[in-house]
């Protein structure tokens, strides 16, 4: 578990860094239709410059897993926030502290948290996980009233 570093690449130099960071963290050889890909969609409170840049990049990534024949599920923010917390609404160091005291695993990093917290929904969709808190069903039953897609 790690972040891609962009260092201080812009514009399709960064874009193209992160796309071959993911193709290289990604098993090619794995059978597409037994993998699922859970990404945080959109934000819609998203505001400033960088909101080009990181929907051009989104759906660059969705693009290419679909290309490559991989399911992917969006989770809204909310539903990430509520599947860790049991509050949509909840501060990033409120997801922190909840992953410590839920799964044990202490994170330092915003981002980290959120990818492992999508990693615990994809790990409760596909039945991996079955002992679930209540409001983490409510999470997971939002998710799935949509079909993967």
């Known amino acids: 578990m790690g972040l891609i570093e962009t260092k201080k690449l812009e514009g399709l130099e960064r874009m193209d860094h992160i796309l071959m960071s993911l193709k290289d963290g990604i ?3 794995c059978d597409p239709n037994k993998t699922l890909i859970v990404i945080e ?3 819609f409170a998203s505001k400033g410059a960088s909101l080009f840049q990181i929907a051009g990049l989104g759906y660059l990534i969705r693009h290419w897993f679909w290309k490559h024949g991989y399911d ?4 809204p923010p909310t539903v990430l926030k509520k599947f860790v917390t049991g509050a949509g609404n909840s501060d990033k160091s409120v997801m922190l502290m909840k992953i ?7 994170i330092l990093d915003d981002n ?3 990818a492992y ?7 409760a969709i596909l039945e991996w996980d079955t002992d679930l808190l ?8 939002q998710l799935t009233k949509d ?3």
């Open 27 to 29: 098993c090619l050889d």
């Open 41 to 43: 969609d959109f934000s």
């Open 72 to 75: 992917i599920l969006l989770v």
């Open 100 to 106: 410590l005291k839920n799964w044990n695993l202490e």
């Open 112 to 114: 980290i948290g959120d």
């Open 117 to 123: 917290g999508l990693s615990r929904i994809g790990r």
């Open 134 to 141: 209540a409001f983490q069903k409510d999470a997971i039953k």
């Open 147 to 149: 079909k993967v897609q």
